[in-house]
Structure formats: C-alpha cells, structure tokens
C-alpha cells in the first residue's frame, strides 16, 4: 500500500476515529495527485491492481474528472491508451479485472460514467467501434452482459434522456450519437436483448429484468419494428403472463410494453398498433395478482393504453377509426375502474386526468349509449371510494391535531382533481350523477351505527361538490332528482352526526342548496332544525357549533322575510346560546377563533330588524334577548368590589356607555329601563 492508497482510506474515512487536520492533508494530497501528468495512467494501474474498493472508486472518480475536463488536451496517445484500458476493463479482456465487474454496483456504474465521457467526445468520428466491439463479449456471460446495461443506462442518464436538463452542446452530441447508433448498431443491440432474454429468463431472471430496463429506455427513439415484430412482442407477453417467473422480470416486461404504447407515431399507425398488442391478454392479471408492485405497473400500462387510444379518437377523422378507438377503451376500462377502487397504485393522477378527457369527449356523443352510462356510474364508484378517508384517521380527525389536521389538508388537495371530474360528469350525465349520490346517500342512511363515518361524509362531500356545477334556475326549482335530494339531506339524522367532519360537511350541503327552499318554504323548518338542534349550533363540538354559527348567519340573510313566522321558535332555541356568550366563565380562550358570538348576534339583528316586524314587537324580542345581558352585567358590577380594577374592566368590556344611550337611543333607553 503506498502513500496514495493510504491518502484514500484516509479521506473517505467514516468510522470518526481520525482527526480532521489528518483528513484534510489527506485531501490535498490526493487533489495535488490528480494534477500530475501521469495520473490516467496511474489510475489504470492501481484500478488493474488493487483490491480496495475505496481505492478503486477514487480512481474512477478521477479518470471521470479528468477525462471531462482535459481529454480534448491529451495527446492522440494517451487518449488511445485511456479508450484501450477503460473498454478492456468492461469488456473483461483480462479475467485478473473481474473482481471489479463482481464488486459493488457503484463501482461498476461509475466505470460504465466513465466509458460514456469517452463517447460523448469520440463516438462516432473517432471511436466507430464501440459498440460493435461489444456484442463478442457478451458470450462471457452474466458479469458482461449486466456491465453491457449498465453502459446504455449511463449513455441514457448521461446524454439522451431528456428527464435532464440538458445544454445545446449536450443535445446536439446526444443527436449525434443516436443517429449514428440508429444506423450502425442498434438492429444488433435488440437483437443481443432478445437472445439475452430468452437464454437466461429461468436461470438468471434478475439479469433479463435489467435488460428489460435498459431496452425500456431505447424504445421511445429506436425503430418500433425492431420491437413490434412476431418475435419481441409474443416474448414480452409470454414473461408476463407465465405464472412462475418473478413479479420483477414481469414487471420489466410490462413496462416495455408501456414504453411501446406510449411511443409518438401518426394516429392511424398507432390505432394499429393497439390492435395488434391483443392487450385484452393481460387483463385477468388485474383480478388474479395481489402484489402491489405489479399490479401498479400494469394499471400504468393500462392507463397508458387507453390514452393513447383516447388521443387516436381525438385526431383521426375517421368513424370507423373512432369507433375502434372507443372499442379499445371500453376494453381497458373496466380494469381501470377495478385497480382504482382495489388498490393504492402512483398511476392514480394520470388515471384521473385520464378520465376526466374520456368524459369530456363523451359530451360529443348525443343521446349517450348504454355502456357510456355505465361506465360513467363506475366512474362515480371510483370518485366514491378514492374521496373517502382512511378510517384509521377517525379520531385523528375529529378532534383535529397535527396527524388529524396533516391528513384533512392532504385529502382537501387530493380532491379537488377528483371534484372536477365530478362535476364533469354531472354535466355530461345530470340523472345519472344525481341518481348515484341518492343511492349513496341512501346506502350511508342504511347502515345504524358509526362504523360508516368516511361512507357517510364521502356521499355528501359528493353532494356538496356537485352544487358547484348547478345553475341557480336549476338549484331553485329541484331539477331532475335535486329536490328529493335536497328533501332527504334534511330530513337526515345520520348515525354519526356527532363526528366533526360529518357535521360540517353536513352543514356546508344544507347551506349550498339553501336557495332551494327559497321557492320550497315548507321546508324552513327542517332547515332551522338542521341549524338549531345538535347537528349546527348546539353540536358538542366547539368547532362545529361556531361554523354552524357563521353559516346560520348566511342563511338568514338569504331567507330573511321568509324566516319571519319562525321568529320566536328560533329565538327560543338560541337563548341558551346567547345566555353562553355572556356567562363569566365563557372565557377568551373559548371564544379563540373567528366565532365569539358575533354572528349569532348578527344573525338575530337580521331578523328582529326585518321591516314586516312592528316596532312593538321588535322592542319585545329585543327586550327578550337584552334581559340576560343586562342581568349579567348588574351580577358582575354588585360583585366589583371582589375584583381589582383590570379584572372588573376585563368583565364588562364591551358594555360602553356611548354605545348604548349615544349611538343608538332606543337601545339606550332599553339598557336603562331594564
């Protein structure tokens, strides 16, 4: 071991156990060696020689520095000698060096970094050969074959992939070597992955996954028909659908056939291609396989497909054309739905995105088919099943702390796509959509006990989304099923009305289709009922009572004349409420937030003030409402003298002199008759 060996272990030292001013000589040591003249070839020797993989990455390292920076600068020589070495090591030239394609696997992808900065500036004007030089040393088996990937994934995440940002120079070389492989030797690549494949799918499956992967990278830019031919494509869906071989090969398989469908190509070209795959094939795999990680992979192929047949419908004119898309779809979309309302799969976004341009192009379609209106009911299901919380979270959520809080924000954000889609199915199928909700709501009803919390706030969380898309004719007068709905929301007294998210979104549905009642106004009393019992104001939860509050207030400037008969029930029913805002214990802290009573009172002010009230019996509610505050005040002033000043002060803040003789006399007089 000499001196630069022992500079390496040194700096990448771990265990603590050294000082820093050690690790930092050892530093400048090893940086003033890579300044030599000399130092590839160094590189190369110890990279031959030693044994250390410390040792082993360090010079990689630098070669992979050095190469970037100053190769344009070496002579004809020593760049000859570097392309030499560097090949001779992944081609395993030399069985001394296989203890380095047998080491660590970020060994062997920072020596497959550095044979792709050797073609970045050499292929193919210098260096035309090195991919042909490749494919004869394939037969040394698995150790070559896996460095033979692990090249082409560094040449895609080094230079083709555009998921990087790139610069002109970049995209310009990146062209440069993709054309040159296209004619030269991309034809011999799939053909070396198809042999691959299927020499060592049943004695070394995790190698074949990682050519899978590889391919699936190439696919977007190669020729197709090197792909989709009688030989590559019955071979992908043979992996997939043979039971024994592992979730991974067959995922690697999947996701090249994903890469197959996705690849750009004119319309018609691409609808023939969708008919060709047969995917129909793969659909038990969705029902019959309960591994997580594959059944994400081919609800991603899936959805990808029926993008994709989607867009053909979209840009091919055609109706023969157009129906053959619609066939494809309806093929898939069952599947779909199934993933969606089963499983938790990271396709879930494109899935929705996709739906909401499936039934957007549906609103072409007049009258809708039969098939059409049972897809969009599936789609309702699946609206259903992915808007409802997780029951886990239950108690974290009605008593909101952090997880509760953390989880309610998550599913407010995720929801909003899932709304839209909603509301884009309302409008594409109003019966249907209005249909589904009652029978959900009725299903929630149906069940008596709280175990059906989520159920339950998932069926009027849909409900209160869908008034979103409703006219105010149509809100008005309870088109299609909106009055029966409208009739069962409050006429409802669910089992689980007692939890917070329940309750609110309860209220929020009444207040959105208030203007209903407008023309219905036998139905006051529900609504008030609705605000004034256990499920609004008088809620055990101190965050439901105060939201009630401040929606009561709204409904009552929206119904005001009509609320008049009801004056006195309502009154009644709030005097323990008021009585609340002005005992002596109802402290600040209670009041915390944007409810302190205001909107009771506001609400109250509203009515007693409606014009068709005379002013008698104004002065009598008034009176009425005024008698407990102004006894407070009397208690809290016969006991001044057992509280200092700021205490007394803090007591009847609010009660100023001005305000009730000043500002409004009739007011004042009443404060001073009673």
Same mark, same amino acid.
């Given at each position: 071991?000499?001196?630069?060996d022992?500079?390496?272990?040194i700096?990448f030292d771990?265990?603590g156990?050294?000082d820093d001013?050690l690790?930092?000589?050892a530093k400048?040591y090893?940086n003033?060696t890579?300044?030599k003249p000399s130092?590839?070839?160094?590189c190369?020797?110890?990279?031959?020689?030693?044994?250390?993989?410390?040792v082993?990455?360090w010079?990689?390292?630098?070669?992979? @520095?050095?190469?970037?920076?100053r190769?344009?600068?070496?002579?004809?020589?020593?760049?000859?000698?570097?392309? &030499? =070495?560097?090949?001779?090591?992944v081609?395993l %030239?030399d069985?001394?060096?296989t203890?380095?394609?047998?080491g660590?696997?970020f060994i062997?992808?920072?020596?497959a970094?550095v044979?792709i900065t050797?073609?970045?500036f050499?292929?193919?004007?210098?260096w035309?050969s090195v991919f042909?030089?490749?494919?004869?040393?394939l037969?040394k088996?698995?150790?070559?074959?896996?460095?033979f990937? !692990?090249?082409l994934?560094a040449?895609?995440? %080094?230079?083709i992939?555009?998921?990087y940002?790139?610069?002109?120079?970049?995209?310009?070389?990146?062209?440069?070597v993709k054309?040159?492989m296209?004619?030269q030797?991309?034809?011999q690549?799939?053909r070396a992955?198809?042999?691959i494949v299927?020499m060592?799918r049943?004695s070394?499956?995790?190698?074949?996954t990682?050519v899978?992967?590889?391919?699936?990278?190439?696919?977007?830019w190669?020729?197709i028909?090197?792909i989709?031919?009688?030989a590559?494509i019955?071979?992908?869906f043979?992996?997939i659908?043979? &039971?024994?071989l592992s979730?991974q090969l067959?995922g690697?398989a999947i !996701?090249c056939l994903l890469?197959?469908v996705?690849?750009?190509m004119e319309?018609q070209s691409?609808?023939?291609l969708?008919?060709?795959?047969?995917?129909?094939?793969?659909?038990?795999?969705?029902?019959e +396989?309960g591994?997580a990680?594959?059944?994400a992979?081919i609800?991603a192929?899936?959805t990808?497909y029926a993008v994709?047949?989607?867009?053909c419908f979209?840009r091919i004119n055609?109706e023969d054309?157009?129906?053959i898309?619609?066939?494809?779809?309806?093929?898939?979309?069952?599947?779909i739905f199934?993933?969606?309302?089963?499983f938790e799969v990271?396709?879930t976004f494109?899935i929705?995105q996709?739906?909401s341009g499936?039934v957007?192009?549906l609103?072409?379609?007049?009258?809708?088919?039969?098939?059409?209106?049972?897809q969009?009911?599936? #789609?309702?299901?699946?609206?259903l099943?992915?808007?409802?919380?997780?029951? $886990?979270?239950? =108690?974290n959520l009605?008593?909101?702390?952090k997880?509760g809080?953390e989880?309610?924000d *998550?599913m407010?954000?995720f929801?909003k796509?899932l709304f839209?889609l909603l509301?884009?199915v309302?409008?594409v199928?109003?019966?249907?959509?209005?249909m589904?909700? *009652? +029978?959900?709501?009725?299903?929630?009803?149906?069940?008596?006990s709280n175990?059906?919390?989520?159920e339950?706030?998932g069926?009027l =969380?849909?409900l209160?989304a869908?008034?979103e898309? #409703?006219?105010?004719?149509a809100?008005?007068?309870?088109s299609?099923l909106?009055?029966?709905l409208v009739?069962?929301?409050?006429?409802?007294k669910?089992p689980?009305?007692? +939890?917070?998210?329940v309750a609110?979104?309860?209220?929020e549905t009444?207040t *959105?289709?208030?203007?209903?009642i407008?023309?219905?106004?036998q139905?006051i009393?529900?609504?008030l009922?609705?605000?004034?019992d256990?499920?609004?104001i008088?809620?055990?939860n101190?965050n439901v009572?105060?939201?009630a509050?401040?929606?009561?207030?709204?409904?009552v400037?929206l119904?005001k004349m009509?609320?008049v008969?009801?004056?006195?029930?309502i009154?009644?029913s709030?005097?323990? /409420?008021v009585a609340?805002?002005t005992?002596m214990?109802?402290t600040?802290e %209670?009041l915390s937030g944007?409810e302190d009573?205001?909107?009771?009172?506001?609400a109250?002010?509203?009515l007693?003030g /409606?014009?068709d009230?005379?002013?008698e019996?104004q002065s009598d509610y008034?009176?009425?409402l005024? =008698?407990?505050l102004c006894?407070?005040?009397?208690?809290?002033? #016969?006991n001044a003298?057992?509280?200092?000043?700021?205490?007394?002060?803090a007591?009847?803040? &609010?009660?100023? @002199?001005?305000?009730? /003789? $000043?500002?409004r006399? $009739? #007011?004042?007089?009443m404060?001073?008759?009673l």
């Amino acid at each position: 071991m000499d001196d630069l060996d022992k500079a390496i272990l040194i700096m990448f030292d771990e265990s603590g156990a050294l000082d820093d001013d050690l690790k930092k000589q050892a530093k400048l040591y090893c940086n003033a060696t890579k300044e030599k003249p000399s130092i590839c070839r160094l590189c190369i020797e110890k990279l031959c020689f030693s044994n250390l993989v410390q040792v082993q990455f360090w010079c990689l390292q630098t070669l992979h @520095e050095v190469i970037r920076t100053r190769y344009l600068t070496m002579t004809l020589d020593e760049r000859h000698m570097i392309r &030499g =070495s560097v090949f001779s090591i992944v081609c395993l %030239e030399d069985k001394n060096l296989t203890r380095i394609l047998e080491g660590p696997a970020f060994i062997k992808n920072k020596l497959a970094q550095v044979l792709i900065t050797l073609i970045y500036f050499d292929y193919p004007l210098v260096w035309s050969s090195v991919f042909v030089d490749f494919f004869p040393h394939l037969s040394k088996g698995n150790v070559v074959i896996d460095m033979f990937c !692990r090249v082409l994934n560094a040449l895609d995440d %080094e230079l083709i992939s555009l998921d990087y940002p790139r610069t002109p120079e970049e995209l310009t070389v990146a062209s440069r070597v993709k054309d040159a492989m296209r004619q030269q030797c991309v034809s011999q690549i799939v053909r070396a992955w198809y042999d691959i494949v299927s020499m060592y799918r049943n004695s070394d499956q995790e190698l074949c996954t990682s050519v899978l992967d590889s391919m699936r990278r190439y696919i977007s830019w190669i020729d197709i028909g090197l792909i989709v031919n009688d030989a590559f494509i019955p071979l992908l869906f043979d992996l997939i659908l043979v &039971g024994h071989l592992s979730d991974q090969l067959r995922g690697a398989a999947i !996701r090249c056939l994903l890469a197959v469908v996705s690849k750009r190509m004119e319309p018609q070209s691409k609808l023939s291609l969708l008919q060709s795959l047969h995917i129909s094939r793969l659909l038990r795999l969705v029902t019959e +396989n309960g591994d997580a990680e594959m059944v994400a992979d081919i609800a991603a192929l899936l959805t990808g497909y029926a993008v994709e047949a989607l867009d053909c419908f979209k840009r091919i004119n055609s109706e023969d054309a157009k129906g053959i898309s619609m066939e494809l779809l309806s093929e898939v979309l069952p599947s779909i739905f199934y993933v969606m309302k089963n499983f938790e799969v990271d396709a879930t976004f494109n899935i929705i995105q996709f739906l909401s341009g499936y039934v957007a192009i549906l609103k072409s379609f007049t009258p809708l088919r039969e098939k059409q209106l049972l897809q969009l009911g599936q #789609i309702l299901e699946v609206i259903l099943v992915l808007i409802r919380y997780d029951p $886990a979270y239950r =108690s974290n959520l009605d008593v909101m702390d952090k997880i509760g809080k953390e989880e309610e924000d *998550r599913m407010v954000e995720f929801r909003k796509d899932l709304f839209v889609l909603l509301r884009t199915v309302g409008r594409v199928a109003p019966d249907v959509t209005q249909m589904f909700i *009652r +029978n959900s709501l009725a299903s929630a009803v149906s069940r008596s006990s709280n175990s059906n919390v989520e159920e339950v706030e998932g069926a009027l =969380s849909l409900l209160y989304a869908l008034g979103e898309s #409703i006219s105010e004719e149509a809100m008005k007068t309870g088109s299609g099923l909106l009055s029966e709905l409208v009739i069962m929301l409050l006429s409802t007294k669910f089992p689980c009305h007692s +939890n917070r998210l329940v309750a609110l979104v309860y209220l929020e549905t009444v207040t *959105r289709y208030i203007k209903f009642i407008q023309d219905n106004t036998q139905y006051i009393p529900m609504v008030l009922a609705a605000f004034l019992d256990e499920r609004g104001i008088h809620h055990s939860n101190i965050n439901v009572s105060r939201r009630a509050s401040y929606l009561f207030m709204r409904v009552v400037k929206l119904l005001k004349m009509k609320l008049v008969p009801f004056i006195e029930t309502i009154l009644q029913s709030l005097q323990d /409420t008021v009585a609340q805002f002005t005992i002596m214990n109802y402290t600040a802290e %209670e009041l915390s937030g944007s409810e302190d009573g205001s909107h009771i009172f506001e609400a109250i002010g509203l009515l007693i003030g /409606t014009e068709d009230i005379q002013p008698e019996k104004q002065s009598d509610y008034l009176s009425s409402l005024l =008698s407990p505050l102004c006894q407070q005040v009397e208690a809290l002033l #016969i006991n001044a003298k057992l509280l200092n000043a700021e205490e007394a002060n803090a007591k009847i803040a &609010g009660f100023s @002199e001005r305000l009730v /003789t $000043a500002s409004r006399p $009739a #007011i004042g007089l009443m404060f001073k008759q009673l």
